[in-house]
């Protein structure tokens, strides 16, 4: 290209003008040939193109319409007691035998919460075959493409501190086993590797499968592990074993301990605002001394990244251009196993299968009762079409905050660009706030729902089906849709659920991790 200019240097020079103009115009008629093409790259339609709100007439009303203060008071309260406390110590936990059958290696695959999930119930396998467990390899995730370790993103010591009367742990093998590595299972079949493990595998499974191979080679690895351990038919001790890891144990490394507390000190004492607000609403006298009252806020989880959109093969509104570029990351990432779902948009849509946009779950929220008064904090890796989605939500909540806005870049150093450890704080934060609200049912709603349940902390859970059908109604009054949504989530703000059948001791903790009060 550089030799074509510069042989026809000798041109007009109002040729070498529209020449000039065409270069600096080329990127943005045809900007996919300038975007990375990575699992992580933006597409066409989410760096290009302004979406339109699709709910127009609800937005308006909803940007017009206040609360009453009996509305807000009504959503800050606190959950009743339900009945229920945390019970993790069973009278019966069998004492930690002093001769281990092997050592039990597990490779995590997933984000954050699945690598979670899955650590829990390495502890308990371990605890069913008598193993000492080396801490967990965590995948590196090939969406997120985050390497982070397991004493990257928790206390490591005191993981086995909580769990040294329970179970054996180990940081790393010692000498006689260092061969047992990631690439060591990767290059060939390995006797000492278990790929066959299923879904929701028994206790039984284990000590027929796994402890012959613990017993003849000293140590067994199996890979893949996520969710390969049954939530039902298990001893009390290996239920309540399986709460105690995830509500006690796992405990984030002090950097992000530290950086959580000062973005949810910030969210509660916001700098600048004493002067702003009435001094009778914002301050109370203590000896003499003026403190700022804390203020309530709402962590949203906005799980509305591309991985989420592709997957649910639904339509958000970007037309021909966001319809191919999620179709392409589709098959870039699951190739066959992601295809086009066989419903149509409405279909999905009212069965509930389509996350929220922002612009949703901001009309939910405004439906709820909160304003723009409300302190929102975003929590979200990656946002699909960035800005242009979340303007509407900030037009409603224009106090949101994420951690750019409440941290500096030296505050966010350790953690920048990490998934992993970005999510980490967000769900520490998650669980500091006054009530949550997950976007679309995933691993980190699941996560939080269920350790908040344990504490008995507010959360609400999203009606979907009800959402997508109210959504589809494009001729529906603001008054409509605020009463559908009032009724539609009165038991959905945290009140508790006893896990059924194969449903996740994670989600839904009691009656296995908790007693009658």
Known sequence: MRFHYQSHYHQPLKGEAIAGLFLLLFPVLLPCLFTPFTYASPSTFSEWNVIKPRHLSLLRSALEGKSSNGEQSDLWTPLADQGWRPCLESVNTPSLPQNSEGYLQ?????????????????????????????????????????????????????????????????????DEFSWSTREYYATAIRATRIKRAPVHASANWYLENVLPVLQSYGIAAISPF???????????????????????ALVFVPHIRALGDAIVHRLRYPPG????????????????????????????????????????????GGGKAEKLALAKYRQTIWGGRVL?????????RSQGRCPLTPEEIGLLLAALGFDNSTRLYLASHKVYGGEARISTLRE????????????????????KGKASLLAAVD???????????????????????????????KTIRPNMALLGQLFLDKNI????????????????????????????IYTYPAPDCMCRA
Request: net charge negative; proline share 4%; with cysteine.
């Open 106 to 174: 597990v490779f995590l695959d997933g984000g954050l919460n699945q690598q979670r999930m899955g650590i829990c119930d390495a502890v308990a396998v371990a605890k069913i075959l008598n193993a000492t467990l080396v801490i967990p390899y965590l995948e590196v995730n090939p969406v997120w493409q985050d390497s982070s370790s397991f004493m990257d993103i928790y206390d490591v010591d005191h993981f086995i501190n909580v769990l040294k009367d329970d179970v054996s742990i180990v940081k790393e093998l010692p």
């Open 226 to 248: 996520s969710h390969r351990l049954s939530f039902d038919n298990l001893p009390s001790e290996i239920q309540q074993l399986r709460c105690k890891v995830n509500f006690k």
């Open 273 to 316: 605002e004493t002067e702003a607000l009435s001094s009778d609403y914002l301050r109370v006298t203590t000896d003499q001394n003026d403190k700022q009252r804390p203020q309530k806020f709402v962590v949203l989880h906005l799980r509305f990244d591309k991985d989420m959109a592709a997957h649910s093969a639904c339509d958000f």
């Open 340 to 348: 086009n779902s066989q419903f149509t948009d409405e279909e999905l």
């Open 396 to 415: 409603l909540f224009p106090l949101m905050e994420n951690k750019k806005s409440l941290a500096s870049s030296e505050e966010r150093a350790r953690i």
């Open 427 to 457: 769900y520490y934060v998650g669980m500091h706030s006054d009530i949550f609200v997950s976007a679309s049912p995933g691993n980190m709603h699941n996560a939080l729902v269920g350790h908040r349940t344990f504490e008995n902390m």
């Open 477 to 504: 009054t603001w008054l409509e849709f605020r009463q559908a949504v009032a009724e539609g989530h009165q038991n959905r703000q945290g009140q508790l659920k006893l896990r059924k059948p194969k449903q996740s």
